[in-house]
């Protein structure tokens, strides 16, 4: 299958793209998409036909529930069975916007989306051109990430057409995605909400709306050996780049001293804007140390450049968990499988819920 590569860049390209790609989605067929989050690869959420083809095309676990989009808030009521207050307040303030809520599922929603789940995870995206995809296909869209499973999300239409070139009939290049990180989830289907997934929404951000938010654990630490997944992505070695990752905690300054004195090739260092100075190794800045929008927008393109440049290991400063910074420490630890080197401390220790 040749893969079509659809610009967006001037009035006419986008609504031949948009034209395009409805068109598409409504044949069952499979489009990458941009949205404000990551790139999204999208099919009919109704139509269990097309969404296999997702899991199977991304290599998927088919026990990993798929995001339903929507473009418009009357549109939540064909796939939900009810919307809770707290539902109504968050979409109120955050939609159309980088936030998934897990609500009750509506019977029209298969469970080849939903991976037999009686809960159905919703967003309605910002992003211009995803919004009038979604319009003009007149359906609900599932779409996760538009990578193969386990590779870090992409970020740009190239990193599509990397993964998927000759797997689906088309891409539209909507340009570099603004937040870089995947949505932000939470649940709405228990007794009291709760984070199974950071994201640009913050946690804080969250708690000002709704009072009382929990914390999965699976959201800073490492599930235990059959411990059941909330959020069922989570127990999956995810966002990996070939090169093996090893998060460091400690200051700048004894990060340069270890990363400095490690043997062998192929040893890149991640740190924060200005820190490379001193450094003996290759290194790549991603963003200021408090400045958690840039990390996120960068980590992911970062990981694949490593992989293009063939790093064997990196070795990365640790984000603080405040604001967007803890979606880039969620997905660092999982990039990283967890691995941590604590200086001054004992090393490869791993993280608890802290
Ligand atoms: P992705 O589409 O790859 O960004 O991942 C979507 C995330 O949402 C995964 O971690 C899923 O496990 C999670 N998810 C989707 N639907 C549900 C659901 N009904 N209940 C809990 N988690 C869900
Ligand atoms: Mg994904």
């Known amino acids: 299958m040749e893969t079509i590569l ?24 499979l489009v990458a998409i941009p949205t404000e989050t990551v790139y999204g690869l999208a099919a009919n959420a109704l139509d269990p036909a097309a969404v296999e083809t997702i899991f199977r095309v991304k290599g998927r676990p088919n026990d990993n529930p798929l995001i339903v989009h929507i473009a418009d808030l009357p549109a939540l009521d064909d796939v939900v069975r009810e919307v809770p207050e707290s539902a109504r307040k968050l979409a109120e303030r955050f939609w159309p916007g980088p936030l998934t809520m897990i609500l009750p599922r509506d019977p029209r929603i298969p469970d080849a989306t939903t991976a037999g789940l009686d809960t159905v995870a919703v967003r309605m995206p910002s992003h211009p051109v995803a919004r009038a995809i979604i319009r003009a296909s007149g359906l609900p869209i599932a779409a996760p990430s538009a990578n193969l499973s386990g590779l870090p999300s992409p970020t740009t239409a190239a990193h599509c057409m990397r993964d998927l070139s000759g797997k689906v009939p088309a891409v539209v290049d909507g340009g570099a995605c603004e937040f870089g990180v995947e949505s932000t989830v939470i649940t709405l289907a228990g007794e009291t909400p709760r984070l199974l997934r950071p994201g640009a929404v913050t946690l804080e ?150």
């Open 205 to 354: 951000q969250l708690r000002e709306t709704l009072g009382e938010v929990e914390v999965d654990p699976a959201v800073t630490g490492r599930l235990a050996e059959g411990q059941a997944a909330a959020s069922p992505g989570m127990k999956y070695k995810h966002y990996s780049p070939k090169a093996e990752v090893t998060l460091v905690r400690g200051s700048a300054a004894a990060f340069r001293a270890y990363v400095n004195a490690l043997p062998g090739e192929g040893i890149y260092a991640m740190v924060f804007s200005g820190e490379g100075e001193g450094l003996a190794k290759p290194f790549f800045e991603y963003g200021a140390e408090g400045d958690h929008l840039t990390q996120a927008r960068e980590l992911f393109l970062l990981l694949r450049q490593l992989d293009d440049l063939g790093a064997r290991a990196v070795y990365v400063r640790t984000p603080a968990t405040d604001g967007v910074g803890l979606a880039v420490y969620n997905r660092l630890i999982r990039a990283a499988a967890f691995h941590f080197v604590e200086l001054g401390g004992p090393a490869g220790r791993e993280d608890t819920n802290e």
């Open 6 to 29: 659809y610009p967006t860049g001037t009035g006419a390209e986008r609504s031949a793209a948009v034209r395009a790609a409805a068109r598409l989605l409504r044949a069952g067929e």
